[in-house]
Nanobody
């Protein structure tokens, strides 16, 4: 059974940076993608960045493109989300999730599973 644990959230000022970590365990060979999602207050969960495990192909939402970078450390079974130039609208609970089927760069939340508990990111203005 796949389990993911997120960490690295916190309070940061506008323009600051944070690096989120997602440690995955129980990964099976049929898991083909890992991604970051977020849910802001009063909004639906949205895909932020997703990555194909096999070839490293990535997806970024338009709102974070050029500011956020997804990366992985296979030896540590960890995926990171480096977030730079943070804005107040980035405030949300950030989740990590995995995917078994289909296109792993399709970052629609309903297609993903094995959700973590989330980590809060708050950007002050």
């Amino acid at each position: 059974q796949v389990q993911v644990v997120e960490s690295g959230g916190g309070l940061v000022q506008t323009g600051g940076s944070l690096r989120l970590s997602c440690v995955a365990s129980g990964l099976s060979s049929d898991v083909n993608g890992i991604g970051w999602f977020r849910r802001a207050p009063g909004k639906e969960r949205e895909g932020v960045s997703c990555m194909s495990i096999s070839d490293g192909a990535t997806y970024y939402s338009d709102s974070v493109k050029g500011r956020f970078t997804i990366s992985r450390d296979n030896a540590k079974n960890t995926v990171y989300l480096q977030m730079n130039n943070l804005k107040p609208e980035d405030t949300a609970v950030y989740y990590c999730a995995t995917r078994r089927f289909g296109d792993p760069t399709n970052c629609r939340p309903r297609l993903w599973g094995s959700w973590g508990q989330g980590t809060q990111v708050t950007v002050s203005s």
